[in-house]
C-alpha cells in the first residue's frame, strides 16, 4: 500500500498551500482519510478528517475556518487546502488512510511558515 503526500513547502504568514495525497494498492474499504501533523518532539494531532461513507469532515479547532479537507473516494485521494497560514501551523503534515483493516500513513510533507 502506498500512501504519498505532495504539494508542501515554504511560505509567509497569510498565504495559502494546497496539499495532496493518494493512497493505492489497499485491499480493505477506505473507512476515512484524513490529514495529521507533528512538530519534532510533540505528538501528532488530527488536523481534519473525512470519513468516506457520509463524507462528513472533522477538523482541530486550531484550524477551522482556514482549512478546508476534500476526498475523492473514487480515487482515494484527500486534498488539504490551507488558507491564512499561522507560524504556529509549521509542522509535517502526514496522510492516513484508514480503512476497514489495517491503516496506513504517509511519509510526510513538511510546512513551513515564517512571519
Known amino acids: 500500500v502506498r500512501v504519498v503526500e505532495s504539494g508542501g513547502g515554504s511560505v509567509q504568514a497569510g498565504d495559502s498551500l494546497r496539499l495532496s495525497c493518494a493512497a493505492s494498492g489497499s485491499h480493505f474499504p477506505t473507512r476515512l482519510m484524513a490529514w495529521y501533523r507533528q512538530i519534532p518532539g510533540t505528538q501528532r494531532e488530527l488536523v481534519a478528517s473525512?470519513?468516506?461513507?457520509?463524507?462528513?469532515?472533522i477538523y482541530a479547532d486550531s484550524v477551522k475556518g482556514r482549512f478546508t479537507v476534500s476526498l475523492d473516494k473514487t480515487k482515494n485521494t484527500i486534498d488539504l487546502q490551507m488558507t491564512s497560514f499561522k507560524p504556529e501551523d509549521t509542522a509535517i503534515y502526514y496522510c492516513k488512510l484508514e480503512t476497514t483493516g489495517p491503516q496506513y500513513w504517509g511519509q510526510g510533507t513538511q510546512v513551513t511558515v515564517s512571519s
Open positions: 473525512v470519513r468516506a461513507d457520509f463524507g462528513d469532515a
